[in-house]
């Protein structure tokens, strides 16, 4: 079981403490000053990119999906490839540019002040390199981290994606005990040297396009928490094959899709983490799961925030401009009252939605997925030594299985329990307040806006159906506001029980 170390740091009469609620205050002094510089330097990067590849195109692409729902936006893949956007996040351990997971938020913001499924195209890869470092195979992460600093230098991209989604199970997945009663089937059967896995996982964003699946099997699934696996599964290999692409209401340049496995073998080196690999740990293979998912859950809803945080803002800027040309009554629309109240409403909601994600980056870069990365002294080593250098001197982190089991054992077992519940708490309100308030901001944008909101040229119709899906993946809202109560509310609370409703 996880430890309770929670300490009472001036606890409040519901019970959270001063750093539950206040890690802003707390990273002032933690937080390596040069990650700002990162954060203005991916704005830049974005801004350029939005400028150049992204608005041009955005409403163009829309249509063109939204006629030939086929078509797959390999042109967009392939120009964020040449900007080095699908290695700009990969610690340079593993070869990558190593900015820190925190500036990725704002990057993101940037993009969907454009068009979110852009967005998508970048930010899924990571949630499927967020998922290889929160199992800590350091040797599987880095032959991967290698096909994709290669594809980048041979334009050929390599990118990931992270499948979990099964037809008979969505929300069931992200949680131990909803997975234990739930429908999963995705078995994977031990033989020599690996596993035979057969099972379809659907709505996978980015599976027409990745490289590697990482990809959630059961080697009992009457058992899944208990004997779950993570594993990769190339594009290539034998028994796996991509069934039909979903036609989305919105983020339509981000595919999502079936992947079909038929008795697909996946050797032992490309298993992130089974219960072989944890049973020397203390902690069980079960609570080990559930690790796993807050984890990578916290960093991907940061991501989820920032887009929603992109989408709000964009809205307010389509309308800003709408309001500055358009008369009503002999009156600039600007100058009226109440436009300028829900104008100053929808400027709130970005805010909110920003702050928010700003957050849980201070939470991830003090208790969650970047706090090793984060120390002071690793950070400026990592950052102003050149990649070759830092290869060399993190190689036997990656060669020597002794490395691995101490750093899983640091992940794992001396994991404080209300180190995790921080970050799942606040990554799980970021997530439903960001996206909740995207969709605010276009209801709104589009009731001042009247008939010419409805037009497609206007952008804020494309917002409104690309913000409806930022409420479902990455756990429903209603799954996260759960999540929000397990973890910040619930907790430490005997009488509370969860997940129970029949
Ligand atoms: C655009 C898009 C992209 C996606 N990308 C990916 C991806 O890359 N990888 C991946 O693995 N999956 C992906 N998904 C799948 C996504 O994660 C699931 O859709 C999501 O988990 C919800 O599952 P479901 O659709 O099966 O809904 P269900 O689980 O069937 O839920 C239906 C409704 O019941 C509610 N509900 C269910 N259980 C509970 C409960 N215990 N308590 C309260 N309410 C509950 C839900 O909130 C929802 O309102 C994507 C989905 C979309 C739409």
């Known amino acids: 079981m996880l430890k309770n170390t929670f300490i009472s740091d001036h606890a409040d009469s519901s019970g959270l403490s001063f750093p539950d609620m206040n890690c802003n205050l707390m990273a002032i002094s933690r937080q390596p000053r040069a990650i700002t510089k990162e954060v203005r330097k991916a704005i830049r990067m974005a801004r350029r990119f939005n400028e150049t590849v992204v608005r041009p195109n955005a409403l163009d692409m829309d249509r063109k999906i939204h006629e030939d729902p086929d078509y797959l936006p390999w042109e967009w893949v392939r120009e964020a490839n040449r900007h080095g956007f699908y290695t700009m996040w990969i ?22 002040t454009c068009c979110v499924g852009m967005a998508n195209l970048i930010g899924v ?3 499927g390199f967020a998922t290889l470092i929160a199992t800590w195979n350091l040797a599987l992460t880095r032959r991967i981290s290698l096909e994709v600093i290669q594809g980048e230098k041979t334009d050929t991209p390599c990118l990931l994606d992270f499948a979990i989604t099964e037809p008979g199970s969505g929300t069931d997945t992200s949680e131990a005990d909803l997975a234990d009663k739930g429908n999963l089937a995705c078995h994977a059967a031990r ?42 599964v190339r594009k290539d290999a034998g028994g796996f094959s991509l069934g039909r692409k979903e036609r989305k209401m919105g983020q339509k340049a981000c595919p999502a899709s079936e992947l079909i496995l038929r008795d697909c073998f996946v050797p032992d080196e490309q298993v992130c983490v089974d219960k072989r690999q944890t049973k020397n740990l203390s902690m069980s293979h079960r609570d080990i799961y559930q690790i796993i998912f807050d984890s990578v859950c916290s960093s991907s809803k940061a991501g989820v925030c920032s887009m929603g945080a992109g989408i709000s803002r964009g809205v307010y800027e389509e309308v800003l401009r709408f309001a ?73 982190m990656t060669r020597y299985p002794v490395f691995q089991k101490i750093v899983r054992k640091m992940q794992f077992d001396w994991k404080k329990r209300e180190e995790l519940e921080r970050t799942t708490g606040w990554a799980s309100m970021a997530k439903f307040t960001g996206s909740d308030l995207a969709v605010e901001n276009c209801r709104i944008g589009l009731s001042l806006m009247g008939q010419a909101g409805s037009r497609h040229e206007n952008r804020v ?36 029980h969860m997940f129970e409703d029949k």
């Open 324 to 396: 500055s040309n358009t008369i009503i009554n002999g009156s600039l629309m600007m100058n009226l009252e109440w436009v300028q109240c829900r104008l100053a409403d929808m400027l709130g909601n970005v805010a909110v939605s920003r702050l928010m994600y700003a957050e849980i980056n201070f939470a991830n870069g003090m208790f969650g997925l970047n706090k090793m990365l984060q120390i002071k002294p690793l950070y400026y080593l990592f950052r102003y030594l050149p990649v070759k250098v830092v290869q060399v001197l993190s190689a036997p």
């Open 125 to 127: 890869h990571y949630l």
């Open 461 to 496: 119709e494309k917002f409104f159906r690309d913000s409806k899906l930022l409420q479902i993946y990455e756990g429903t809202n209603q799954l996260n506001r759960l999540e929000t109560f397990k973890s910040l509310i619930g907790r430490n609370r005997h009488e509370i």
């Open 91 to 112: 610690p340079k351990m593993f070869g990558g540019k190593g900015y820190s997971f925190t500036s990725i938020a704002y990057f993101l913001e940037e993009i969907s």
């Open 191 to 232: 033989e020599n040297g690996g596993y035979r896995v057969n099972g379809t996982k659907i709505f996978i964003s980015n599976a027409h396009f990745s490289t590697w699946h990482l990809v959630l099997g059961y080697e009992d699934i009457k058992k899944p928490s208990d004997t779950f696996l993570f594993f990769a």
